[in-house]
């Protein structure tokens, strides 16, 4: 299983003092997503060119000869690179790093079993996040159920862009989902995510008929979701939920990702699209339009 | 009183507050002045005990009474607020060493030309070849010297007397007067036919007797001088309160209190007498204060004659006392070890009391507000949180924290307990005990807990990396353990570090207990010694084995240092066979110059402390351990021994200057780490791994450890955040933790205090055992705040 970040002390995904594995691979593609390393489920190479010191290490170690060294930093010649990691262990800066670790069920069970102490003083526990967790069902699902095993709250982020029946599945070995609710027009989803969202919904929905534990967050990210029809939409879906929702976050957008895609070299561009951090006054307007559904939204999260 | 809102300062105390924040430091000559006429004219005539104390009795008798427009609780060790007296009987400051106080940029001490003039002519000439100072520097061995200039250890009674002391809550039950009955039963019964120190005991108790006098007399002074300006008092409300400051101070320290208002003015009055007799170290602490004044408050709420504003102003007045109490100038090594304006009396709040119950009372919290009001420098302050200790107490000290003023730091009961029973102390005097001065542990009322110095550990790693040579000086201070490139293994370069760590620990040991004794025989501190347990019925001094518990600490600076270079040896030297032990050398002389690369593999490919991970951190467990075995049970003149402490102060800083590179790829003349905290920037796993590291110590053994953990306000702005804090902590402690501070800073915020210092004056930043304002630290120490790892979690 590839793993791309392992966080501890993690205190923004879910009650107490968790843990969160990021799992690498996602079938969504959000523009503004601020960990494009998770998106693709294979190991990709990432170069910090502010850490590289020029030594050229990696040139040399590189058997297929993919790697240059320029007045710019390395460049890399992507058609020859197998990303077998060698550059990225001479490297001595981290400059040149891989994304994704391999690990086995067994290390992660001792990496998460490393917080048991902080879990337990604070109500915490572990969070599988991704990318998108249940892009690796069976792995996903023996992880949940050792940690169930043991005792330890587990949380999943998921997009819910899943087979309804593997969504069934993980809600039996989950005590709580964390979900985004990215964009309610399916077009708009699809042109911004990359899919479309029905399936999204409707396993949404299913959670929510289960009465399983959820919450809902909401990128703000003004140009592309906080027209007030989008905004009106979502709360409206959110209270014709069967169940009474404590909380919405709304989590304003940050450009933070920008400087991953840099490091991944990415061809994509997030600047094509009109993205920018919503206002205080747009900020509060969409948690006015929240509250007039009776839903108790909230910045931050 | 004035009334005051529920929160808030009233405006009496905004401007005390105004006035303690802007008086500038300056030094006053009337105490050398006094006593070097004192001593002129009785050096010889008596036993040095009485001589001490009359002259004690001749300060109190002559030195100016200052009593402030706003003050109800009132005394100062110099003529005014923030005016601090010399002690030249320890060190006479040279007319050089006056001038530079009187200009250096920092930690300044303001003094007229005039007072320089008259400080030469009357107090330097007399006290030539008189002074511990003197006394201590002429015996010391040349290795010893040799080793302390080039910064291997410091030496703390080398300009100011063994102090550290916090007290119990005899002072609330028993006055002065109480306290002479004591010393006369004792003087009637000494036995002269079968104890041959009968003399020495009379000796000492009658000096005793006359610190008495001389504490009553200095309150009866300020009694005197408030009725006569209670007389001359236009304003009838100030008029009112000076007749009851006069009344208050006609009663303590005479006698027991017996209100709130009383207890505290006892306090302040025993505080000012210890600093005022002698110059120790960390001036005088009143220990677990809310747990003594707990009771005064319940009983005067439940009678009605106290408000609970009344209470918070009164402590408010307390708290303002002890920052008008800089701490007197220290010169050459020791300034650079330790240069700050904090005096280190550091407040106990909650914790447990003497019979194991929660220690928290509504005095505790008051306390609190009153930190988050006054946001001053002293008192330092702390949270003491046991098992026993409600949530919410912990939440109110977190929230305190979060304001990022630097306090107040957090102590664990649990284990301080344990460590001052492993040390020998009884269940009821350990749960009396607490942290004093920065983090170290005694038993309040007790004990002489004597810290004599810091110990560079990891510059003990750079001279057997020498063989025995300081590659910065280029003398030879340690043994002679073998050139590192010709050791086959790691555990041989790790027995070698070890002799090199029992050679300079011994060294320290012997000047350390010869220092002792001179404190015992020419500077017996007689008014100290009424108030800690067992002088006055031992009939012997504080310095001379009078406490029931004499404990000895040398500190440790560095672990995170030694941890990380030594791991750095084992892996790439001695393992992975990266570099040979000649190139890490050959880097290490270079300050790796030219070899970023080398120094970058280093920082990126070595496992270090502060990770949760075992390469390292059994490492650090292992040096902990040796150093605990190095120190533990060496003796001291009192019959009990040296036990270790993690203690750095801002010594770290002062020790980096002094080092070259080091194989963590540290550069030289940086500083290294501070307490038990890891190297700057090496905990890269945030801080639960920070915790789970330093949880691997067995903590009991030490006399205290040292965590600073930065955190940025942004990782507690939510309730929740707090609650998530006061989770880690309480992770922390149950893991065997001693104490954990916090500094709640953004970089950004310190580069603009950088930048344009005089918008940042009231930027309080933790640094070690207590906190600093940012525009005092020089900017090695800036930079090292900086440096520090910011938990950053987004």
């Known amino acids: 299983m590839l793993v791309f970040d392992i966080k501890r002390y993690a205190i923004n995904d879910g009650p107490g003092i968790r843990i969160t594995i990021f799992m690498k691979g996602c079938p969504l593609s959000c523009v503004w997503c601020h960990n494009p390393e998770g998106i693709s489920g294979q190991r990709e190479k990432l170069y910090t060119k ?97 940690c169930g095993k043991e005792g330890i709250h587990r949380a999943v982020d998921t997009t819910l862009y899943a087979r309804p029946e593997l969504v069934r599945q993980v809600m039996e070995h989950t005590d709580l989902f964390l979900i ?44 592309i979701n906080t027209d007030e ?5 979502s709360a409206s879906f959110l209270a014709s939920l069967p169940q009474h929702l404590k909380v919405v976050n709304l989590l304003p957008y ?46 931050g999260g | 009183m004035e009334t005051t809102n529920a929160f808030g300062m009233n405006d009496r105390i905004k401007r005390l507050r105004k006035q303690t924040f802007e008086a500038e430091p300056s030094l006053s000559i009337e105490r050398a002045l006094i006593e070097t006429r004192f001593y002129k004219e009785n050096e010889g005539k008596y036993p040095i005990p009485v001589l001490r104390a009359l002259n004690f009795l001749e300060i109190c008798k002559h030195k100016t009474i200052y009593i402030g427009r706003d003050e109800l609780i009132v005394g100062e060790r110099g003529p005014s607020p923030k005016s601090v007296p010399t002690f030249p009987e320890l060190t006479c400051h040279s007319i050089e060493d006056l001038h530079i106080l009187n200009t250096r940029e920092l930690q300044r001490y303001t003094i007229s030309q005039q007072d320089i003039d008259t400080y030469e002519r009357e107090v330097i000439p007399y006290w030539k ?115 009851k400051i006069a009344e208050v101070c006609r009663w303590v320290p005479a006698h027991a209190p017996r209100t709130y208002w009383e207890a505290i003015q006892m306090y302040w009055f025993i505080h000012l007498g210890t600093i005022t007799e002698l110059n120790g170290w960390d001036a005088m602490n009143p220990g677990h204060f809310d747990q003594h004044l707990a009771p005064f408050y319940e009983k005067e709420i439940a009678e009605g004659s106290l408000t609970r504003d009344e209470a918070k102003e009164l402590m408010s007045c307390f708290f303002i006392k002890v920052n008008n109490h800089t701490a007197p100038p220290k010169v050459g090594i020791t300034a650079k070890e330790s240069g700050t304006y904090n005096d280190f009396t550091n407040l106990n709040i909650g914790g447990i009391k003497a019979d194991g119950s929660d220690g928290v009372s509504e005095v505790s919290y008051i306390m609190l507000e009153v930190i988050e ?24 000290g977190c929230k305190v924290i979060r304001q990022g003023h630097g306090y107040p730091s957090v102590f664990n009961p649990d284990v301080y307990v344990q460590e001052l029973i492993r040390q020998g102390k009884s269940l009821r005097d350990a749960r009396e005990g607490g942290c004093s001065g920065c983090i170290e542990v005694g038993a309040f009322g007790k004990e002489a807990y004597v810290l004599t110095g810091y110990l560079n550990v990891p510059k ?91 404990t000895t600490y040398i500190q440790c600076t560095g672990l995170g240092t030694v941890t990380d270079s030594l791991c750095s040896l084992k892996k790439h030297v001695f393992e992975d066979k990266t570099f040979c032990m000649a190139e890490m050398l050959e880097a290490l002389t270079t300050n790796f110059e030219g070899k970023e690369a080398m120094r970058q593999r280093i920082l990126n490919r070595t496992p270090f402390f502060g990770n949760d991970d075992d390469y390292a951190d059994q490492i650090a467990v292992k040096v902990y351990d040796d150093l605990y075995d190095a120190i533990e049970g060496k003796p001291n003149t009192k019959g009990e021994c040296f036990h270790l402490n993690m203690l750095s102060t801002t010594c770290h800083v002062y020790f980096g200057k002094v080092m070259g590179a080091m194989p963590n790829g540290r550069l030289a003349g940086k500083a290294i780490s501070d307490g038990t905290s890891p190297s700057h920037g090496a905990d890269t796993h945030g801080p639960s791994a920070v915790v789970k590291s330093l949880g691997k110590l067995d903590q009991v053994k030490s006399g205290g450890t040292l965590l600073n953990q930065r955190f940025m306000p942004s990782l507690l702005k939510r309730e929740e955040d707090i609650s998530k804090l006061c989770s880690l902590i309480r992770s922390y402690f149950a893991m065997g933790g001693h104490h954990i501070q916090f500094n709640i800073v953004d970089t950004e915020t310190l580069y603009a205090a950088q930048k344009c210092p005089e918008e940042y004056r009231d930027l309080l930043v933790r640094v070690a055992g207590y906190s600093d304002y940012f525009n005092d630290m020089n900017a090695d120490l800036q930079a090292d705040v900086i440096a520090r790892t910011e938990q950053e979690s987004f």
């Open chain 1, 50 to 146: 502010q850490k590289c010191l020029g030594c050229g290490a990696c040139v040399d170690a590189c058997p297929g000869h993919a790697l240059r060294l320029t007045s710019e930093g390395v460049s890399s010649d992507v058609s020859l690179c197998t990303v077998c990691g060698k550059c990225a262990d001479v490297c001595p800066s981290l400059a040149m790093e891989i994304s994704g670790k391999e690990y086995t069920a067994d290390e992660l069970m001792k990496e998460i079993r490393k917080e048991i102490l902080f879990m337990d003083c604070s109500e915490g526990g572990v969070t599988f996040c991704g990318g998108e967790p249940l892009m690796h069902p069976d792995f996903l699902l023996e992880l949940l159920q050792r």
């Open chain 1, 180 to 223: 985004d609710l990215k964009l309610m027009d399916s077009f708009w989803h699809k042109k911004y995510c990359g899919v479309p969202n029905e399936l999204i919904l409707s396993n949404l929905r299913m959670v929510a008929d289960a009465g399983k534990e959820f919450i809902i967050r909401i990128p703000l990210i003004e140009g």
């Open chain 1, 229 to 233: 029809d989008n905004i009106r939409q």
């Open chain 1, 254 to 299: 940050h450009d933070i990702g920008k400087n991953k895609h840099e490091k991944l070299g990415s061809v994509y561009n997030p600047d094509q699209f009109p993205m920018s951090t919503p206002s205080e006054n747009l900020q509060q307007k969409c948690v006015e339009i929240f509250h007039s559904y009776g839903i108790n939204a909230k910045i």
């Open chain 2, 129 to 243: 070849g008189r002074t511990q100072r003197e006394r201590i520097f002429s015996h010391v061995p040349g290795e010893w010297k040799l080793a302390y200039e080039t910064g291997m250890f410091t030496e703390f009674m080398e300009q100011r007397a063994p102090g550290h002391t916090a007290l119990d809550g005899k002072v609330y039950k028993y006055g002065l007067l109480d306290l002479k009955e004591r010393i006369a039963s004792g003087l009637a019964a000494l036995d002269y036919m079968n104890d041959p120190e009968a003399t020495d005991k009379q000796e000492e108790l009658t000096a005793m007797s006359i610190s008495c006098d001389a504490a009553i007399l200095f309150a009866e002074r300020h009694a005197d001088m408030a009725d006569k300006m209670s007389c001359e008092e236009k304003d009838p409300k100030r008029a009112s309160e000076l007749r």
């Open chain 2, 373 to 396: 009001e006054l946001h001053i420098l002293q008192p330092g302050s702390a949270i003491h949180v046991g098992t026993r200790t409600p949530e919410r107490f912990l939440r109110a």
């Open chain 2, 460 to 550: 003990v790693l750079e001279v057997t990396l020498h063989n025995g040579v300081d590659p910065v000086s280029g003398q030879k201070v340690g043994l002679e353990t073998g050139n590192p490139c010709d050791f086959k293994s790691y555990d041989e370069l790790y027995a070698a570090f070890l002799k090199q760590i029992h050679y300079f620990v011994d060294m320290k040991v012997r000047v350390s207990n010869y220092i002792d004794r001179m404190f015992a025989k020419y500077a017996p501190a007689t008014f100290l010694s009424l108030f800690i347990d067992d002088c006055i019925a031992k009939g012997k001094d504080y310095y001379n084995c009078g406490p029931r518990y004499n």
